[in-house]
């Protein structure tokens, strides 16, 4: 796939450094003429015209000078003619319905369409979402009771009910935390001082738990239970206690002494913490010498960055809270892993949406919550276009009994003969019709689908199809999205233009080419070079050997020989002139047979023997032919361009450029 500015610039002829000559003869006309609004149109051809804008924005996504100029701006509008005229000339000779073209731009739009809708119907609205969340965060209990996914209807019932008495107790004023203490089959909430100690998980923010879960956190008013919920570990209710700003990331250091520290560790902190408020010493020498945490005192008690404060032990988070401004140093704070002081060293703003953005996608990405918005945008999709599936020709044409029974009969007709079911549809979708096969293949592609029942399976494909349909049609919905594809397809026919009008037909006229070399053979020569015979391997210590075998009465045609025989070393002949890499220049200093390298060159080791020095000399036929061809390519592209513009009529008012460059920062 070559991207549509490469497109442009190939079939424009040029990269804009250095302009100074149009590529083709120029029919520009310095005047405007009366019946052209000089204010607007900047070149006219057939009955079609290029304006202002259009040019302005051709030139900005072609130019890669750093300095622009009138003169850049005039060669360009005749570049832009030029290139205009191919594509014209293309559309007329039916270029655009070559099978060729047709795929490359199916392709080209598959490509592009999948991460473009991807972004736009499903990463951007859970993005934004989760961004305009996580400004807040929210104090939430919760009971769990516990049930699988595929657990039989009877054991997922039996789960309900025992949920729903527990919402009947809740109703009736029973404390939500003694409930959760008692039922709830989260193994946290009888372990004390646990998060998550009889129901209460604290302050939590979005992106840290199931969907579902953070849908009803975020929705639930303070000092409100939810409904009761299922997710995959089970059927929820939770509580929420309160909702506050989103505390921003901070820096912290601490010092530590463990419990069992020698000499009251709470007296000897507090007299450390007196000697840094004096400035007698610094809370980074204090935490050197004297702190127990063996990762952190090293780094003069750093911890690093913390994303969110709510996330660190009850006792240490409100220590932090408790700090009022960097710098700061808290009272002794003691936790089950022993007592500190804690310093707050920095405190982060929290991210605008742009600078969040890609740490949100990764969060999200391969999660459920991805999943359920790309089937929510399929639903979408299917319920604009319209679906219809025979339900009863479909149970026929697999003897099957209903869409509950399970996939795997349709393995079937995965290879079925056409003829066999010439009738049988599985599904349609807006004006495409799907065959009882492509369901049948997409079981094979599922992972688990032949475990899937038919009406699941026929969900999953009906998905699928659907985010293929939105790819195959989003020009009609994108209109940035259908310029880009109107660029891509205008490159494409232009360069399909020229591969067969000029490149191609140019390559082959045998009398052409030789009569250019012949007209031109001065310009086609060999420089002085330096024969050179190149050992390449994969390490230095493969080459050594090569080189001390050039003394004595061994030949360099021997070396290569021997070198050849070795499946570890490749062998080349090098042509070594001025223009050669730098690797290379030191061989035109050394004598025949001499060697240089070891060297390290495109990440192997080269070995270079000298061969001989060869004169400068004029290139046979052969040898130029592709320099030839290049030369020629580019005076028949002139001829062509000429005959099109004469074809369209094409004229260009490059005096009206004058305002486009003056307007230009």
Known sequence: MVPPRRLLLATLGLVLVGLGCSSGPSTTTPGASNDVPTDSVVAVYADETITLSEFEAAYEKANVQSADSLPAYKDFLEQYVNYRLKVRAAREAGLDTLDEVEQEIAKYRRQLAKPRILKKHVYEPLIQTLHKRRQSEVDVSHILVR????????????????????????????????????????????????????????????????PAFEERMYNVPPDSVSDIFRTRFGYHILKVHDRRPAQPPIRLSH??????????????????????????????????????????????????????????????????????????????????????????????????????????????????????????????????????????ALLSATSLTSLDTLSRPLLSFTNADSTAVPETTAAQLGDSTYALGQLAHHVTQ????????????????????????????????????????????????????????????????????????????????????????????????????????????????????????????????????????????????????????????????????????????????????????????????QTVLRRLRQRYDATAYPDRLRRAFSSTP
């Open 255 to 392: 010092v530590m002494l463990r419990p069992d520290s020698a000499g009251a560790p709470t007296r000897r902190l507090d007299s450390l913490r007196t000697a840094i408020l004096k400035d007698s010493t610094t809370f980074e020498k204090v935490a050197r010498q004297y702190s127990e945490d063996p990762r952190s005192a090293s780094k003069g008690g750093d911890l690093g960055r913390v994303s969110s404060p709510s996330a660190l032990p009850s006792a240490f988070g409100d220590a932090v809270a408790g700090i009022d401004s960097v710098g700061a140093v808290s009272e002794v704070v003691q936790t089950k892993y022993g007592y500190h002081l804690v310093k707050l060293t920095g405190r982060d703003t929290l991210p605008s949406y742009e600078e969040a953005y890609d740490d949100l996608k990764k969060k999200i990405s391969g999660s459920d919550r991805v999943t359920q918005q790309r089937e929510s945008f399929a639903r979408e999709v299917r319920a604009d276009a319209g679906v219809q599936v025979d339900t009863s």
């Open 147 to 210: 049930i699988s996914p595929d657990a039989a209807p009877k054991d997922t019932l039996e789960a309900y009910r025992t949920m729903q008495a527990i919402v009947d107790s809740v109703e009736r004023g029973v404390p939500f935390d003694a409930l959760a203490y008692r039922n709830s089959e989260d193994p946290s909430a009888r372990k004390k001082g646990r998060q998550g100690y009889r129901g209460r998980l604290g302050y939590l923010r979005a992106g840290q738990l199931v």
């Open 446 to 637: 599922t992972d688990g689908g032949a475990r899937m029942s038919v009406g699941d399976v026929l969900e999953d494909f009906l998905n699928a199809k659907a985010f293929t349909y939105a790819q195959a049609r989003l020009e009609e919905r994108d209109s940035s999205f259908a310029a880009k594809m109107d660029e891509y397809r205008d490159g494409l026919l232009a360069f399909q233009y020229m591969q067969d009008s000029v490149w191609t037909k140019a390559a082959r006229d045998t009398a052409a080419l030789r009569r250019t070399f012949e007209q031109n053979r001065d310009r086609y020569r060999h420089p002085e070079r330096v024969r050179t015979i190149e050992l390449r391997a994969p390490a230095d210590s493969l080459l050594p050997p090569y080189a001390d075998s050039t003394a004595g009465d061994r030949s360099i045609a021997t070396i290569a020989e021997a070198a050849l025989a070795d499946s570890l070393i490749s062998v080349d002949t090098a042509m070594v002139t001025d223009e050669s890499a730098a690797v290379y220049q030191r061989i035109q200093s050394k004598s025949n047979g001499s060697v240089v390298g070891p060297l390290s060159h495109d990440g192997m080791s080269v070995l270079l023997v000298r061969d001989t020095l060869l004169p400068a000399r004029r290139k046979t036929f052969d040898e130029a032919l592709s320099s030839v061809t290049q030369d020629y390519q580019k005076t028949y592209e």
